[in-house]
């Protein structure tokens, strides 16, 4: 029988912190992280010398959120992960040239991107599915949007602040091994 280990960590995370992470551990994370779907990906990669934010060693998810403006703040009232594999062929670019070193996402991704996550010490983090209004629970604040008016609420870039946000199951560790082989 398989020992659950959880663990709760900051976001973003050290290199040494995603090192130490194995394959179905279960995460929950306090701090930073960025919404950053499909469109975002092409556009970051576009503009990547001007962006208006930093991706260098951050948390990354793969969410279409359901937000609501309320007065001049926004509240997330869902937020589950949209499916990883349709990005396999832009997350390897994406990861080498704008430096992110988590994703978070659902549904796994292929064996090159498990291979360099392998040679760059990164991790994939899987939401288990269903799971939107308790996740959307877990953000805290939402520090920044960027590219709402060229992309839309579920393709724009949000900028979160979230407390024990999870369970996320470890299913890329920084060895290489996967649970989508």
Request: aromatic share 10%; glycine share 8%; hydrophobic share 40%.
């Amino acid at each position: 029988m398989t020992r659950l280990n959880f663990i709760n960590t900051n976001a973003p995370m050290s290199k040494n912190e995603i090192k130490n992470l194995n394959l179905e551990d279960i995460v929950f994370l306090t701090g930073r992280l960025f919404i950053f779907r499909d469109r975002a990906h092409v556009k970051a990669l576009k503009f990547r010398d001007t962006l208006p934010f930093s991706l260098k060693g951050e948390i990354i998810w793969h969410c279409g959120p359901v937000m609501k403006k309320e007065n001049d703040s926004w509240k997330a009232i869902s937020a589950g992960s949209t499916t990883s594999w349709k990005m396999n062929d832009i997350e390897l670019l994406a990861m080498e040239k704008l430096g992110f070193n988590v994703v978070i996402g659902k549904g796994g991704m292929n064996r090159k991107v498990a291979n360099y996550m392998k040679e760059n010490r990164c991790c994939y983090l899987s939401t288990p599915g269903g799971c939107g209004v308790i996740l959307a629970e877990a953000i805290r604040e939402i520090e920044n949007v960027y590219w709402m008016d060229e992309l839309g609420d579920t393709e724009a870039v949000w900028e979160l602040k979230v407390k024990k946000f999870g369970p996320l199951i470890v299913g890329i560790d920084a060895n290489g091994n996967s649970l989508y082989d």
